[in-house]
């Protein structure tokens, strides 16, 4: 939580996806044609987006928001991510911890990650005094559906409108819960 080397991590891999990459290399393109320097032009985006982040993830960290946990492999492949807070409506201490995102990338699925990841979750739920677990999951996820179901979730009857639920600017989901 908040050590300097996820940080850095988290900012490599942000600044090394390809959307990132491409306003990148447009912003060194316009660039190239203000500043003589080739150099300055390739190097002033990379800073400013590394600085712009670094100050999102500093200016974050004094609220209270989402938690975030990432899995490394070998010291240095993020291999997934868990992030989660409070239930929407609810407080630290509050019934329900809510998981937002369990994501595990491709190379290292069915390794047991996944698992482990929720397993945390759900310590970390009962060692904050929640009684509930919840998340919300995309009912064409059937694998994400299985393994939360083999770990004792349940589709919640009340969740968010008529037995599953949508959330405003998303796709419509299915609330799952478990009692810890």
Not at 64 to 87: L, N, Q, S
Not at 147 to 156: A, R
Not at 164 to 178: D, F, N, T, W
Request: aromatic content about 8%; some cysteine; overall charge positive.
């Amino acid at each position: 939580d908040g050590s300097r080397e996820t940080e850095n991590r988290l900012l490599l891999y942000a600044m090394t996806r390809p959307a990132a990459l491409l306003l990148m290399a447009v912003g060194s393109s316009a660039l190239r044609f203000v500043l003589s320097s080739f150099a300055a032009a390739l190097l002033l985006p990379v800073v400013c987006v590394a600085a712009l982040l670094k100050l999102t993830l500093h200016w974050r960290a004094g609220l209270p928001r989402t938690r975030i946990w990432v899995a490394v492999y070998d010291g240095e492949d993020v291999c997934g991510c868990a992030a989660f807070d409070p239930k929407p409506g609810g407080r630290p201490g509050s019934p329900a911890l809510e998981l937002h995102r369990l994501a595990v990338c491709r190379w290292h699925r069915r390794s047991g990650i996944a698992t482990f990841l929720l397993a945390a979750f759900e310590e970390r739920a009962r060692k904050g005094g929640h009684r509930q677990a919840t998340l919300r999951i995309d009912p064409v996820n059937r694998a994400a559906i299985a393994l939360f179901e083999k770990h004792g979730y349940k589709p919640s009857l009340g969740g968010g409108g008529g037995g599953g639920g949508a959330r405003l600017c998303s796709s419509i989901s299915l609330e799952y819960v478990k009692d810890l």
